[in-house]
């Protein structure tokens, strides 16, 4: 491997973890303290607070050391019991893998298979739901925004199936790359269990995740018999922080607190959602200008999902995603997203999401469209240009 140019900062274009921003940064450095120090809880405490802003909810949150793998398992065995039926919305390859872990743990998992580039037909799951009669299906699992396709899943679609329905089963929404980036309201939307980590929209480290958790999912929860332990939510309700069976990793809620300010105060949610739009139009506008000449193309077929926080890019035929991200990463010092599962060497993917604006947007396009040239892709130049209309 030749050496990184070592000048200048690394552009960091992955779509989860994400770039932090200095103060955040700044603001996790902080000398350790008791978690039971009342200074700390007062932070601990606006921190939920604040989380439960971003998640629009007024329910119950709980909290875990561990990435969203972490909170994708708290919320199935707490809330399911050894052989229940899940039914999954097959998005891509996060949907597989929750499914997987699903079946791990003893769950019965039927999903509503879909093509990748077009997106889940919501017309099946209805068909799916009113097909089961008895109720055997316990939970309906959804990947709000599929990390591996760029792809977004519109959830009240989704709400709107099983109240059409009268179905009962337990809704359940990962939006570990969506929240803070796309619109998400957890209790507006009906949902009963939401997946959530540190390391995307609420640009931090990675190493938190957590789940907010209904009314509706709490009554599951006391019925739920799943074994668990560090997840347990009735363990952590007797905790003095109603949360983390365990050490708190308090030096991440010193930046939580600063991006909720950042997120909340200095820009809006709603300026937030608006920059990600922004931004992810410039990307696909870049791409699309690029597909001409059997250059790369949008993987994505149905505008209506395209996700606003990444975008997942189709090589052609014949050419290797991951020869062209190691140029990018080796020549130019640009960290692109690899293709995942069946998109491995296919599919490369920008993340557009957290603590970015157009300067950093249209470099990473730049050096995309040098990478390219330099390793031979097909492509129709002048991608950027086409990002700077979409942009002006
Ligand atoms: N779900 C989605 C949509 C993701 O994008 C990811 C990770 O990128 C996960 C789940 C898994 O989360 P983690 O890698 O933090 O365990």
Redesign the pocket.
Known sequence: EPARKPRGRQFFANP?PTNIPDSVLLATAHQTVDFNDPNFIAVYEACVAGLKRVLKTQQEIFLYTG???AA?EASLVNLLSPGDRILILESGY?SLSWAAMAQDLGLAVQSVAADWRRGVDLAALREALAADKGHGIKAVCV?H???ATGMMIPLPEVRAALDATGHPALFLA?T??SLGSLDFRMDEWGIDACVG?S?KGLMLP?GMSFTGVSAKGMAAHAASTLPKHYFNWTNMLKRPHRSFVGTIPVSLFYGLQESLRLIEQEEGLENVFARHTRLAKAVRAAVQHWSGNNGPQLFCLNPARYSDSVTAILMPEGYDADALRAVALQKFNLSLGGGLGPLGGKVFRIGHLGDLNEPMILGTLATVELAMKTAGVPHTPGGVQAAIEALA
């Open positions: 989860g990435s969203g793998h994708w996060f990947v925004n599929e990390t990962d570990i790359s980590g390391q990675t």
